[in-house]
């Protein structure tokens, strides 16, 4: 079939629509079908080959390219459309981008979520696919030791930290560990982060995080509070829809 580059502005339009997208922002970049497209590694490929995936979902297919392209993105369509691979991914690409890695520098890339639960579901998510590139995942939410999770960031060190609103600004504050070499900053679940109360938080993590850090924020529903949000972190982003979000 044809190459994705070789499709004009009318066919990427048509695209967008067979995907159910809608794209705001400027110059967003073609939506990719194909895992084989993105140009990811070997061993991501085959991790994903293995998780039985069939093709990227709309989401992916469009946020993906936008992420690998260094955009900041916000992404918005409803819960089960696998938000979470399609920052996942291209935040390994980021990582192993990253000159001279060594471990101990501190992490690269930070995912806020609003709840403990999410926090371990996206950490085991994570983990499937770090493992395979020896990027270390830590996992911080509030009710662990703040002492504990300073002691693991410290002594194993880590890539990736998928953490709570008030436990990552804790271990901000703490100085745990070196967080001035994060330029992958996530915010998932948008919407509930505004329902529990975490809009300060947010903005909190966003002004303490370098400002050339690229930033996403996915959410299952389109609110303007959820666009009040992104305004505050996101730089220029790419804006997609998928389907019919309240
Ligand atoms: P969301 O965050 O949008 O609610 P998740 O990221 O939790 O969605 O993904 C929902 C489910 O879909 C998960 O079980 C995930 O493993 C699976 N999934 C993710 N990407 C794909 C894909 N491309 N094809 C099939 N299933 C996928
Ligand atoms: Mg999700």
Known sequence: HKDISDLNYIEVVRLREKLNIQVGGGSPPKPVCS????????????????????????????????????????????????????????????????????????????????????????????KRFCKMFNINVICAYGGGSKWEQQNELQKEGAEIVVCTPGRIIDLIKIKATNFTRVSFLVFDEADRMFDLGFEPQVMSISKNIRPDRQCLMFSATFQPKVE?????????????????VG
Request: aromatic share 6%.
């Open 35 to 126: 895992f084989a497209h993105f140009g990811f590694d070997k061993r991501l490929i085959e991790a994903i080959r293995k998780s039985e995936y069939e093709q990227p979902t709309p989401i992916q297919a469009q946020a993906i390219p936008a992420i690998l392209a260094g955009r900041d993105v916000l992404g918005i369509a409803k819960t089960g459309s696998g938000k979470t691979a399609a920052y996942l991914w291209p935040a390994i690409v980021h990582i192993m981008d990253q000159p001279d890695l060594k471990p101990g520098d501190g992490p690269i890339a930070v995912i806020v979520v609003p709840t403990r639960e999410l926090a371990i579901q996206v950490y085991q998510e994570a």
């Open 228 to 244: 009040r949000l992104a305004k505050e972190s996101l730089c220029n982003p790419v804006r997609i829809v998928h389907g019919q």
